[in-house]
């Protein structure tokens, strides 16, 4: 069955995270992506956990892609990409403004090669401004963007997402403004362009109406833990078991099905219970009734009563209860994949159904330099040609 992007070819040439994650994205719809690693390696091969001296983090992420060594500040390296170039769609990169431009690799160097080509540069502040020339990284952004500010208890500190929240999304932007360039070149009888990409922008966006609120009211949003400023009962409860349970009740029918359901259906008749603003302004009073409710009972019982009662419930997870979930085992999400270091290992699958071009991994992240002689055979190089480029530490 063909897939949604065969025919797309990409150069991953970027690290830590979002970009490298952008193009497992296109890989996972069927994008040819050529991963560049220097010759030392990929720094994520050592990140996290290992099993048997193999990254685990690295399986993932570098799942679907074929793997080369190659030193781009040499004038051998920098020659092979330009080789590279004009068969190549899109090439991301997330190096520090006016790195490859000192290599002799800018934009323009590269759209002499392929003025077809699709460039997304991923950097910590944008390719201009005051901070262009910092060095940039997910906490950074989860820093400025506002989010780790109203992230956490209100009388706590700001408080920092223990994963990779910033490039995660960073790198669904990315792949998604890739597609949109794609789209414009191909659909629309458009040429190149360059994808300047700031990891503090996108986490800006999701973050809601802050900008515009503060704008108009002059509102600063605050910190206010598990709870909704915008609606209440809404956070986490611990049942009778030692498990815990979250509660959102946005819509104004949840909110009465859960008061009835906890045996309080009194205050569905309050002024204040109306609006999702108003049931918010009494949130110690029904937190304090569905805390207490939920605490009288083990978790199996929580969730059978909330989903007879058609009111919105979720047991929280570690990932060892994702994988035993039936709903993620029906959806497929954790997928089955066979190594050839490891054996079966098991990872996120592809982010999302596609009915005629569904997405597929194919393999999972590869040793360094695997693809060498195959991705520089096909530009009329030799196995002894790469073997005497890797003896001067060009691939």
């Not at 609006?275 to 304090?288: F, H, I, P």
């Not at 805390?291 to 919105?312: C, H, I, N, Q, S």
């Not at 490891?342 to 596609?354: A, E, P």
Request: hydrophobic content about 40%; charged content about 20%.
């Amino acid at each position: 069955m063909a897939k949604a992007l065969d025919n797309v070819t990409v150069v991953d040439c970027a690290t830590l995270f979002a970009g490298p994650l952008a193009a497992t994205i296109l890989s996972d719809f069927g994008a040819d992506v050529i991963k560049i690693e220097h010759p030392r390696g990929d720094p994520v091969r050592d990140h996290g956990h290992h099993k048997d001296g193999h990254g685990l983090w690295w399986k993932m992420i570098g799942r679907n892609k074929r793997t080369v060594t190659l030193n781009l500040s040499t004038s051998e390296g920098r020659d092979l990409l330009l080789k590279l170039l004009p068969d190549i769609d899109v090439f991301i990169e997330n190096f520090r403004p006016g790195t490859l431009e000192r290599w002799g690799l800018g934009p323009d160097v590269m759209f002499g090669a392929n003025p077809q080509l699709i460039i997304a540069r991923i950097t910590g502040f944008g390719q201009f401004g005051p901070y262009a020339s910092r060095p940039g990284f997910g906490t950074l952004a989860e820093s400025m963007s506002g989010f780790a500010a109203i992230t956490g208890e209100p009388d706590g500190p700001p408080t920092l997402p223990p994963f990779g929240l910033a490039d995660g999304i960073t790198a669904q932007a990315t792949a998604n403004a890739i597609l949109t360039a794609l789209y414009s070149r191909d659909a629309n009888n458009g040429g190149g362009q360059v994808i300047d990409m700031a990891i503090i922008e996108p986490i800006l966006t999701i973050l809601g109406p802050q900008p515009i609120n503060y704008d108009q009211l002059g509102v600063i949003q605050e910190r206010s833990g598990n709870r909704s400023t915008n609606n209440a009962p809404r956070n986490t409860y611990e049942t009778s078991d030692g498990r815990w349970v979250a509660v959102s009740t946005s819509a104004q029918s949840i909110a009465e099905r859960v008061m009835v359901l906890v045996g309080h259906p009194e205050v569905i008749d309050e002024p204040w219970f109306a609006s999702g603003s108003g049931r918010a302004s009494q949130v110690e009073l029904l937190d304090g009734y569905v805390a207490e409710w939920v605490r009288e009972r083990e978790l199996d019982e929580v969730v059978d009563a909330f989903e007879k009662a058609e009111a919105a419930v979720a047991p929280i997870y570690d990932i060892s209860q994702i994988f035993d979930d039936p709903q993620y085992q029906a959806l497929g999400s954790i997928a089955t994949v066979h190594d050839e270091d490891l054996g079966d290992i098991r990872m996120q699958n592809v982010m999302w159904r596609m009915s005629e071009t569904p997405g597929e991994i194919r393999w999972s992240g590869r040793r360094k330099g695997q693809d060498n002689v195959a991705v520089f055979g096909e530009l009329g190089l030799s196995e002894a040609d790469v073997e005497a480029l890797a003896a001067k530490g060009v691939c």
